[in-house]
């Protein structure tokens, strides 16, 4: 007996040193078993990386600037797919994967079946909630991957809360994932609603949120640079020819007189303006307070989606003061959260991360001006002399549809035919490979069953996905516009200035640094996880980076 109980505790001792030895990570895990109250992610559509620093010295020091100086910054995070659009963009940041496994491919996508094709978050199965409009007929329903909104009520046996608001459908359904609650914005009735997806009726707190009916308000003054625009000296002049403009506005210039586009185009124009920034903050307070967030054990999950800064971008592009008094008034805003966050419940107590969900091009002609490589591909041709050349070879035209980079066969005709499918694949991407403007295609056949090293081609497999993606993914030269549109600008290149992303962690547990190390924006879901102590996303394909912020 005496032996055996010595050798039992010679074991446990084995036994303990080994599990000392394979928990020892610096500072104690179980010492972070503690959760956050609530994660905070804010994805702002359309900035780009460089927004943090060409606008610096015009933010204060409690906005933008906090969350750099004090909090972990990644200047090297980045979008593993094509296309980079908001739809996607949403989908991976709350999946922690790419399209070709959350499905979500595009902001619509051509269906083989019909012919026809389906918006990313429509489901004619459900009905709008807090209107009489068809805007809130949306559901997650064609995500295929569950959501960190999703797990984290999951582990929690749903007693976590996860609240998603945007202006945009798609940039609060996909981040709620398909237990969350998610709100957007009516862009005809200007005013937040949701679908029986959901609720059956709008909860209280966002009925009297409604009520305050601050579009109206916001509106009913003019949009004028925040600082004197003279010191905006980091954007291009006002008045130039490359920007976008209210309907019923001559030029592009402050100050923009809102309440008159507002009698023009209805309060929606909030939209287009900073002031859908304050708007939609303002609702997160109201969700906070009116779901009681962050005020019990189980961790809940607000996702902030700013829309405006793509509305103002689309309009005006990144060169633009537009833009620039845009990220000045978001950096207000992020001050005033951080602060709210202070003093509701302790920044110790809450984690936040900020990203996008893509980047954007500057505007073609600025750049030409500047003798800067661009051009604009000529779509309509291009897929005319497509169904020319396939026609030639195969003596019928194969070729369904040609839309977002992306070249559907038809697949019934070439069976009918006896040709091989691979076959008219191949002469189809390598006639795509000559056309002007075009920089590489790959067919799909390619993609399925190739390990590619090259990162644009990595990028288009990772943004394919087999059951919706076209038979030939191609992409056009760096800078180059697949549509003809001139002004403001564009986004949804596998290049830098549409992949390139912020992502800042702040709070909680995040020590202040920065890193260049390669991340990406498919790893956002995984941290959170991490931090959090719940599963990944069912899909999830991408790395945390916990062990880059505390190494
Ligand atoms: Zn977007």
Redesign the pocket.
Known sequence: MKVINTKLVALALILAVFILKSCNTGENKFEHYETPALVVGIVV??MRHDYIYRYWDHYGDDGIKRLVNEGFSFDNAKFDYMPT??GP?HASVFTGTTPAVHGIIGNSWYLRESGGRTYVTEDASVSTVGSDSDEGEMSPRLMLSSTISDEIRLHNNMHSKAVALSLKDRGSILPGGFTGDAYWFDYGEATMITSTYYHDELPDWVQEFNERDLPAEYVSQPWETLYPIETYTESIEDDNPYEGTFRGQDSPVFPHDLPAYAEESGNRIVANSPFGDKYLFEMAYAAIEGEQLGRDEYTDLLSISLSSP?HIGHRYGPASKEVQDTYIRLDREIARLLDYIDEHFGKENVLVFLTS??GAAHNPEYLRDLNIPTGNYNRSEASRALSQRLEEIYGFDPVASVRSRQIFLDRDLIRQQNVRLEQVQRDAAVFMQQVEGVNGAVTADALMNTSFTDPLKQRAQKGYNAQRSGDVIYWVKPQWFTSSRSLGTTHGSPYSYDVRAPLLWYGWDIPAGYSTVPVFISDIASTVANFVNVPYPSGNTGDPMNHHIYE
């Open positions: 559509d359309q659009f908001t963009g793509d969900d893509h």
